[in-house]
């Protein structure tokens, strides 16, 4: 059977919470667009702060024209006044597997209210969407392969 797209544990040398069951993404509904993925740990942000980056020991792969796009879930921002430090997470096809950390997904949280705000482990923190992307005529990309992981892109 051939993979097109979907999510994998991290190899076990990358995980980051070892002793962690790790709740793969599922959709909620047949309609919904994102893949609920969830918090492995709890997280404690302080009052208009924000909490360390997050590892969910998974990791996602997908077609060279396709890239999985993460969000904050709608309630976590609307009911609990959190959002990504990065606003929206965006993972190429070649974050999987790479090797410094195997293509594990990570996240960071901003409050944005003046109480603190508990995530409790297992809690469905982001979504991640699946779309194709297009590409430039003239494109010349700065490197022709990923060397590592989170901000490696065109560094050499």
Do not use: W
Not at 77 to 96: E, P, Q, S, V
Request: charged share 30%; hydrophobic share 30%; with cysteine.
């Amino acid at each position: 059977m051939s993979k097109n797209r979907g999510f994998e544990l991290v190899d076990n040398k990358h995980r980051k919470h070892p002793n962690t069951d790790i709740k793969m993404p599922v959709r909620g509904t047949n309609r919904s667009a994102g893949y609920d993925i969830c918090t492995p740990v709890e997280i404690v942000i302080p009052p208009r702060g924000e909490s360390p980056v997050v590892f969910t020991d998974i990791k996602s792969y997908m077609k060279d024209d396709e890239v999985l796009s993460v969000y904050i879930r709608s309630s976590i921002g609307i009911k609990r006044g959190l959002i990504l430090a990065n606003t929206t997470g965006i993972i190429d096809a070649d974050y999987y597997s790479n090797e410094s950390n195997d293509g594990n997904i990570g996240f960071k949280l901003r409050n944005l209210t003046d109480e603190e705000v508990v995530i409790k482990a297992g809690e469905r923190i982001v979504q991640g969407i699946f779309t194709k992307y297009l590409i430039a005529d003239d494109d010349d990309p700065a490197s022709k392969e990923r060397t590592g992981g989170v901000g490696s892109t065109g560094r050499h």
